[in-house]
């Protein structure tokens, strides 16, 4: 797959390999069943598909 990289990435890991690599990054989250910090900004540093849904369920209550 050929992927057009994002020129600013909002994740906080500068030194990750897959910063700014949004396909790379997407798709390593995918495989360890895990959230990007773009899409899961306030996860008080647990980025897992459960604690997601607790926080939208908590949101929407």
Do not use: I, W
Not at 8 to 22: F, I, M, Q, V, Y
């Amino acid at each position: 797959m050929n992927c057009q990289h994002v020129k600013e990435c909002a994740c906080p890991k500068k030194t990750c390999p897959n910063n700014g690599k949004c396909c790379d990054c997407v798709t390593k989250h995918r495989n360890t069943d895990s959230l990007p910090y773009c899409l899961f900004p306030n996860n008080g540093g647990d980025k897992s598909v459960e604690n997601y849904y607790r926080t939208l369920k908590q949101r929407f209550e």
